[in-house]
């Protein structure tokens, strides 16, 4: 049975793309689908076809917010078609990229959907990203409701990007999902533009020799250990997700009626 983990956040600039951006390098054989307005995740190869290994399918949304209420979620559906049928094509652990805006819009197609995604023998499951802004907590709660019906395992992983998200809040928040956590990082502005040019992928193939031109030793030095934790601690918070995407996950929450299965095959986590 195919796996799909949908990643999700309703709330911008929270650390989702990054999120997933761990997942694939996790399970670097999963195909991606994002679904932004445009896309974001440049630094993997675009899918020439369905489920091609660790390239990514962008699906375009243009619905508003404004046009989506305006409509009773009319427009949003119209435009997710392409979207659920790519999912009923799965074939093998995938990704999927929900961006801001689009995420409650989504899931509430995908709850009538996913019994018959199951009777098709493909299983959802859930990340949602959260940090320490109100909004991105109610948020969290909003998504995370009801899931448990129609998904196989439900995470969480909070970010402290901008500082620790509450515990009592987050417990309150996530029910029984899996939480993890990813500590908050001060990287130099310098290291940030290193980040930006090739993200996570980027990392492990960054030459000190070329830094060093660019900075100095020491500079350079910074650097890669700084990128190279964060690489590492991105990777760590998106290892429960990743196991029970490639199918070893014995010890995750399931719902009622899902069953176990998938590819066992991962990268490093």
């Known amino acids: 049975m195919p796996r799909i983990l949908l990643v999700a956040q309703e709330t911008g600039g929270i650390g989702k793309s990054t999120v997933t951006r761990g997942l694939a390098e996790a399970v670097p054989d999963a195909p991606i689908l994002e679904i932004e307005s445009v896309p974001r995740l440049t ?19 243009r619905a508003t917010r404004e046009a989506i209420e305006a409509s009773g979620g009319k427009a949003a559906r119209a435009e997710f078609d392409p979207v659920i049928n790519a999912l009923y094509a799965v074939t093998t652990a995938s990704l999927v990229d929900i961006g801001a805006n689009t995420s409650a819009s989504l ?6 959907e996913a019994p018959t995604l199951r009777e098709a023998g493909i299983e959802l499951g859930l990340v949602v990203v959260v940090a320490a802004e109100a909004g991105a907590l109610a948020d969290a709660g909003k998504l995370l409701q009801g899931t448990p019906a129609w998904t196989g395992a439900r995470f969480v992983v909070a970010n402290g990007v901008r500082g620790a998200v509450d515990p009592v809040i987050l417990k309150r928040v996530v029910g029984d999902a899996t939480v993890t956590q990813l500590r908050g990082f001060e990287l130099e502005d310098e290291t940030r ?41 991105v990777m760590e918070a998106v290892k429960p997700a990743a196991l029970w995407l490639v199918g070893e996950d014995e010890a995750a929450p399931a719902s009622a009626g899902a069953r176990k299965g998938g590819p066992k095959r991962a990268g490093n986590t």
């Open 43 to 61: 630094e993997f190869k675009t899918a020439d076809v369905s489920n091609q290994p660790g390239s990514v399918q962008h699906f375009p949304m």
């Open 193 to 233: 533009e290193v980040l930006a040019a090739g993200q996570l992928r980027g990392v492990a193939r960054l030459d000190r020799a070329s830094l060093v031109q660019q900075t100095s030793p020491a500079q350079a030095g910074r650097i890669l250990r700084d990128l190279t934790a964060f690489r590492l601690a």
């Open 107 to 112: 899931l509430g197609i995908l709850r009538e």
